[in-house]
């Protein structure tokens, strides 16, 4: 299967400052990216989909201002969270497509785990 | 009522057992259909897709789809410890779009 990796795996932060969750995908080029967050005991909640030069396109109720993605290659994105809060604090997993399986199957990356204090 | 439902369990069940998990949806409209392994704190990891109707085997793992009653089910035969994990559905409408995923269902095998 296809392989992709997060950065950091884990941060607590004070609340205010700005976090950067990098996701790559390390044998294979992704045009599209997906952000999911999962709260404890929760499904995975779909928060953008990030596209290689161009605008991320996000859920109904995300903030764009607050949660910036930048994809700024076909084997990375970023997800930033801005002036974090204790309520952002959250497990952030990402997912992309190789093109061999014409997009039919998503492989997730090992999650980032943020905590704001 | 929720795009994909999936009962949260906790299922308990001991060493060797042929293990059931189920989803159901409501989108008519999907065609992709997946079964993830979450352990504790880490990332879900694929173990099955399914391509609309149909039966698929890997291994100890069989995926099955009924699009006519919108129910997806993976059976799990001769479970071992190792498998206790939380299994999650997802499904999406097109290749290459983001899942939606059930609730997931925590599975415990005993030894």
């Known amino acids: 299967g296809a392989v992709v990796s997060q950065h950091p795996s884990w941060v607590i932060c004070k609340s205010g400052t700005s976090v950067k969750i990098e996701c790559r995908s390390l044998?294979?080029?992704?045009?599209?990216m997906f952000w999911y967050r999962q709260f404890p005991k929760q499904s995975l909640m779909l928060m953008a989909t990030s596209n290689e030069g161009s605008k991320a396109t996000y859920e109904q109720g995300v903030e764009k201002d607050k949660f910036l993605i930048n994809h700024a290659s076909l084997t990375l994105s970023t997800l930033t969270v801005t002036s974090a809060h204790p309520e952002d604090s959250s497990f952030y997993i990402c997912s992309a497509s190789p093109a061999w399986t014409s997009g039919s199957e998503q492989f997730f990356g090992p999650g980032t785990r943020l905590t704001v204090l | 009522q929720k795009e994909v439902e999936q009962d949260p369990g906790p299922l308990s069940v001991p060493e060797g057992a042929i293990v059931s998990l189920n989803c159901t949806y409501s989108?008519?409209?999907?065609?992709?259909f997946m079964w993830y392994r979450q352990y504790s704190r880490k990332g879900p990891e694929l173990l099955m897709y399914?391509?609309?109707?149909g039966n698929k085997e890997d291994g100890r793992f069989t995926a099955q789809v009924d699009k006519s009653s919108k129910y997806i089910s993976l059976f799990i035969r001769d479970s071992q410890p190792s498998d206790s994990a939380t299994y999650l559905c997802?499904?999406?409408?097109?290749?290459?779009?983001?899942?939606?995923f059930g609730k997931g269902t925590t599975l415990s095998v005993s030894s």
């Open positions: 997802a499904m999406s409408v097109q290749a290459g779009t983001a899942l939606i």
């Open positions: 989108n008519s409209a999907f065609q992709y």
């Open positions: 044998d294979f080029q992704a045009t599209t």
């Open positions: 399914t391509y609309s109707s």
